[in-house]
């Protein structure tokens, strides 16, 4: 690879969720840009698998990874506690890791429902931990991977946790509704910084995602959804906000095919936004 296209050298850039589908190839384009890449994953085994891979195909070693299942909140306090300790800075984060947990409501070992936990919690936690090594970065960026689900999701703000019925698809669109209002929110804190921070959909995407809510499901809708793109189309959009000098001063934006586009109204619910952002500092117990 020449030199032009390694735009990314002397970056750090953070993945969560970058053992598989569109993480991965996330991961594996900003490491062939010459970032230095850290995997964040729950799975050793896959964690350093996904690390030899990005070694073989980058022929270098600018790959690390943490192991950390982000659905435990005392996890994700560790893993920001050892990127502080190995990394004195962070360019990019992406919040890429999450799950639909389509007929059972499960819960995560904090006791919150599991889809909120791992698609919201989990970023506005680790992402309020690495402010301060995105504030080193000459050009900090932070990029949320939501879902069109979000524009028919509603904040259900006296029942986050789903309990009053459960319905996975109502509470997936709920996080990544939750996840494009602490974009918002984060864009209006962030304003006077050098971090921008943008939220996206990646398309419909061939990829492991429903597969833990059993095979036969998930081989029907493999069936069903033959528009679905491979994982290295829908990692574009993700990879586009991580790299572009285009969107170098975007921020505050939900980003379709590397287009920005409306997101839904409740999005821009300021109100909504700051009422959230409280709920998530006590849940997760940041120290203010
Ligand atoms: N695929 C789509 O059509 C689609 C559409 C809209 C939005 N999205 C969003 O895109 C993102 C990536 O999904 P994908 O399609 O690439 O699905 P995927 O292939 O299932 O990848 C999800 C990644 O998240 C990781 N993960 C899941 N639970 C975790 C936990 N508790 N702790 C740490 N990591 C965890 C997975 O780890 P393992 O490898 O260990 O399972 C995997 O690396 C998700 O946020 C999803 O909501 C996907």
Not at 26 to 43: E, H, M, Y
Request: proline share 1%.
């Amino acid at each position: 690879m020449s030199d032009s296209t390694k735009s990314m050298m002397n970056k750090i850039c953070v993945v969560t969720g970058a053992t598989s589908g569109i993480g991965l190839e996330t991961a594996k384009s900003l490491a062939l840009k010459g970032a230095f890449v850290i995997v964040v994953g729950r799975n050793k085994k896959k964690c350093s698998a996904t690390v030899k891979q990005i070694r073989q195909l980058t022929e270098a070693s600018l790959v690390d990874y943490v192991c950390a299942d982000l659905s435990d909140l005392k996890q994700v306090y560790h893993l920001a506690k050892i990127l502080k300790e190995k990394y004195d800075r962070i360019d990019v984060l992406v919040n890429n890791a999450g799950a639909y947990f389509k007929s059972q409501r499960y819960e995560s070992v904090d006791g919150y429902e599991m889809t909120f936990a791992l698609n919201y919690l989990s970023p506005f936690l680790l992402t309020s931990l690495l402010i301060d090594l995105l504030k080193e970065s000459d050009q900090g960026r932070i990029i949320n991977v939501s879902s069109d689900a979000h524009y028919k999701g509603t904040i259900q703000l006296d029942d986050l946790q789903s309990k009053q019925g459960y319905n996975g698809f109502n509470a997936y669109a709920q996080s990544k509704l939750a996840l494009v209002l602490f974009t918002y929110e984060l864009a209006r804190r962030l304003k006077s910084t050098n971090i921008t921070v943008n939220a996206l959909h990646p398309g419909l995407v061939a990829t492991n995602f429903g597969k833990n809510n059993g095979w036969l499901r998930f081989y029907i809708r493999r069936l069903v959804m033959r528009n679905e793109i491979k994982a290295s189309e829908g990692s574009t959009t993700s990879i586009y906000l991580a790299t572009s000098p285009d969107v170098a001063n975007i921020t505050g934006s939900y980003f379709i095919d590397e287009k920005q586009v409306k997101s839904s109204e409740d999005s821009y619910d300021q109100k909504l936004a700051t009422q959230l952002w409280e709920v998530g500092e006590i849940l997760t117990n940041i120290p203010t």
